[in-house]
């Protein structure tokens, strides 16, 4: 079975710092890996996805993810937080089958202190 | 484009009443899939459609009804509401392999 956990919650961070968000993943195939965004009371955002080629991608606003088979892992970072990063931020698997079902991490909320 | 829409945004409903979700889209997306959102659990799939006529229960169906008459619409219904469907609805739609488009949501409150 496929699914991906995400290690925190909440992440706190100062506006020009480094952000990480953790993503494990559990797939008995290569998988086809995402990072939606979700700012407060809005719809969901692609940010980036990674589909079996250059392990490391780069999405929009500055974030990029690295996809680690060997520790079965896709961390979502960016170099300097912005105040308007502040979202939840979800680590999403595609089922490898016909029906390209997305299965959803429980999501990290990320905080950007002034 | 209008991409992904959805009616209505915001509903209230007392327990036991029965409302239609409507998500519709104008990409001529072959897939559709509804979610339900709730505070530290993600999104759930609740029903999906790989193409007009046909639906398929997610993880979590129970109380919940679909139909795709129409290629462009997915329509979600709750027969009889309870406190426990209070919830964000998103729908979503994709052509197939690649990135789902969201919805902005529709906000439910059971009472």
């Known amino acids: 079975a496929q699914s991906v956990t995400q290690l925190d919650s909440h992440v706190s961070v100062s506006e020009g710092t480094p952000v990480l968000l953790r993503c494990n993943y559990s797939?008995?195939?290569?998988?086809?890996l995402f990072w939606y965004v979700q700012h407060p009371n809005k719809g969901l955002q692609l940010l980036l996805k990674?589909?079996?080629?250059?392990?490391l991608v780069k999405g929009i606003n500055g974030f990029e993810a690295e996809f680690k088979k060997s520790e079965t892992s896709f961390h979502l970072t960016k170099p300097s937080a912005h105040m308007s990063d502040a979202a939840e931020y979800f680590c999403v698997v595609r089922k490898m089958d016909s029906s390209y079902k997305l299965i959803f991490g429980s999501g990290t909320r990320l905080l950007v202190r002034p | 484009n209008a991409g992904v829409t959805q009616t209505p945004k915001f509903r209230v409903l007392k327990t036991g009443q029965s409302m239609t979700l409507l998500c519709a889209q104008d990409?001529?997306?072959?897939?559709m899939y509804w979610y339900r959102q709730d505070p530290g659990m993600g999104l759930r799939l609740i029903h999906y459609?790989?193409?007009?006529?046909?639906?398929a229960k997610g993880e979590v169906p129970d109380g919940y009804n679909v139909s795709r008459l129409k290629k462009q619409n997915f329509l979600l219904g709750l027969e009889s509401a309870a406190p426990s469907q209070t919830s964000v609805y998103f729908c979503a739609s994709t052509r197939g392999g690649n990135e789902q488009f969201f919805g902005p949501g529709t906000r439910l409150t059971v009472l």
């Open positions: 797939s008995s195939y290569s998988p086809s």
């Open positions: 990674y589909t079996s080629a250059a392990t």
């Open positions: 990409m001529n997306h072959e897939y």
């Open positions: 459609s790989v193409g007009e006529g046909t639906t």
